[in-house]
C-alpha cells in the first residue's frame, strides 16, 4: 500500500521529485531517466510509470536550464527503443502461452487484450500510435513478438514512434513548461496526460464491443 501511494505521488508531483533529485544527484539523473523509461516500455509487467508526464517534465527541465536537451532526447530515445526491443524479444520467447495467462498481480489480462484487439485491427502502425498511450505502449511491442511480427518491420516501428514520442514530448515541454499557466496548472497536465489517452482507449473498447455484440 505505501509503495502505491509513493508511486501515486510521485506521477502526479514528478516534477518536484525530479528536480529534488537533480539538485541532489546532479548526472546521475539521466541514468534514473534511462532506467524509468526502459523498463515501462520494456518490462511488460510495469505500465504504470509516468512515461508521458515525465518526458514533459525532463522538457521544462531543460528549459531551465537544469538539464541537457539533446542528451536526455538522446539518451530517452534510446531507452524507449531498446525498451521496446526487450519487450518484442519476451513476446517471441513466450509466444501463444501468454494466451493462457489470467490475471495476476503482475499481469492485466484486460490491458492485454485491448492491446492485441488494437493490435490486430491496425498492424505495425500501433507501434507508433500505442507510444502516446499509457498501458498500451508496454503491451504492443509484447503483442507483436507474441504476433511473430518481422524484427526488421518491428524495427522501423519501434525507431519512429520512439523518436516521435521522445522528441515531441520532450520539445513540448521545453517549449511550453516554462509559462507560468502551465507551471501553475502542471498538476492537471499531468492529469490529462493520463486520463484522456485512457478514457480514448475505453471508449475504443466499448465500441468494439459494441460491434461484437451487434454481429
Given at each position: 500500500m505505501?509503495?502505491?501511494?509513493f508511486l501515486l505521488q510521485f506521477?502526479?508531483?514528478v516534477?518536484?521529485y ?17 532506467l ?6 520494456g518490462v511488460v509487467?510495469?505500465?504504470f510509470?509516468?512515461?508521458d508526464?515525465l ?8 528549459g ?5 536537451l539533446p542528451?536526455?532526447?538522446g539518451l530517452l530515445?534510446?531507452a524507449?527503443?531498446?525498451g521496446?526491443q526487450?519487450n518484442y524479444?519476451?513476446?517471441r ?5 501468454v494466451?493462457q495467462?489470467?490475471?495476476?498481480r ?6 492485454f ?6 493490435y490486430?485491427?491496425y498492424?505495425g ?8 498511450m499509457?498501458?498500451l505502449r508496454?503491451?504492443a511491442?509484447?503483442?507483436a513478438?507474441v504476433?511473430?511480427m518481422?524484427?526488421s518491420k518491428?524495427?522501423f516501428?519501434?525507431?519512429t514512434?520512439?523518436?516521435l514520442?521522445v ?5 513540448a515541454?521545453?517549449?511550453f513548461?516554462g509559462?507560468?499557466?502551465?507551471k501553475t496548472?502542471l498538476d492537471k497536465?499531468i492529469?490529462a496526460?493520463?486520463l ?5 482507449i ?5 465500441k468494439a464491443?459494441r460491434?461484437?455484440?451487434s454481429?
Open positions: 505505501e509503495l502505491v501511494t506521477i502526479l508531483h516534477d518536484t525530479l528536480e529534488t533529485f537533480v539538485r541532489n544527484y546532479g548526472a546521475w539523473v539521466y541514468a534514473l531517466l534511462f524509468i523509461i526502459f523498463v515501462e516500455t509487467v510495469m505500465p510509470l509516468p512515461g508526464s518526458l514533459f517534465v525532463v522538457g521544462a527541465m531543460c531551465l536550464g537544469l538539464m541537457s542528451l536526455s532526447i530515445i534510446a524507449a527503443i531498446l521496446n526487450c524479444a519476451i513476446g520467447y513466450f509466444g501463444p502461452k494466451f495467462w489470467e490475471d495476476s503482475f499481469f492485466n489480462r484486460k490491458a487484450d485491448q492491446a492485441h484487439a488494437f490486430e485491427k498492424g502502425i500501433t507501434i507508433v500510435a500505442a507510444r502516446f499509457p498501458f508496454t503491451f511491442p509484447f503483442v513478438g504476433a511473430r518481422t524484427r518491428f524495427s516501428y519501434d525507431v514512434g520512439g523518436i514520442w522528441g515531441g514530448i520532450v520539445t515541454g521545453y517549449l513548461g509559462i507560468p499557466w502551465v496548472n497536465i492529469w496526460m493520463i484522456i489517452p485512457g478514457l480514448l475505453l471508449l475504443g473498447a466499448w464491443r460491434k461484437a455484440f454481429v
